[in-house]
């Protein structure tokens, strides 16, 4: 409405402007002006950075050697648009059955609250995803016997984070601080499904957990 009625006016303008050549150069910027002025909000939206960031995330149970986790997420900016994938692969295996799933899950937007902070000091992941995970229960009492295999879709609640202890390192076109096993920083948080509630803090079980914050862009 607001073109509409500028274009208008300038045409009116450029009517009374045809007898003087002074004014038909006025009038011509005057349109140039205005094509760019409404033309900016787009500019400005193609020119906004672009950049990818997010974190990984190795963990083992030391004592059995009975679960192996690995954790993926990526957000990938451009503009306003977004979107994050979160890979997950989960392996537990002991006398009381086995649970195992291996899953990829794209989202759209920025729903799971994946950030890393600009120095790659700090990253963190809060989510709920639903996976589909192969399950076997076994009793062991008085022998080990186990059921059949069950498939099903289950929901996996994510909140971790990662305080790098190292400084930063240039890896694969990627900008990386490593969270090494440490008390006080390294990675903290917890993964759980629906029968399991797996702790990743030194010295909260164990579980031993090590990984890195990573971004496109330099760290300063």
Known sequence: MLMQSLMETLTTFSVSAERCPMRRSIV??????????????????????????????????????????????????????????????????????????????????????????????????????????????????????????????????IHVSLWANESYIQDGGYFKRNAHLDPTSGVKGTIQTPDRLTQLQLGLSEVHASGYNFSDQFPG
């Open 28 to 157: 011509r910027l005057l349109i140039v002006g205005a094509c760019l002025l409404f033309l900016l909000p787009s500019i400005s939206a193609s020119s906004a950075r672009a950049f990818v960031e997010g974190i990984h995330i190795d963990a083992i149970e030391s004592h059995h050697q009975s679960l192996r986790i690995t954790l993926d997420a990526i957000k990938r900016v451009d503009g306003k648009w977004r979107q994050s994938e979160v890979h997950i692969s989960y392996h537990y295996n002991y006398v009381d059955g086995s649970r195992d799933f291996d899953a990829t899950v794209v989202l759209s937007g920025d729903p799971d609250q994946l950030e890393v902070s600009k120095d790659l000091g700090w990253g963190g992941l809060d989510t709920v995803i639903q996976v589909q995970w192969r399950r076997v229960d076994c009793t062991i009492s008085p022998t080990r016997v186990c059921g059949a295999e069950i498939v099903e879709t289950i929901p996996v609640e």
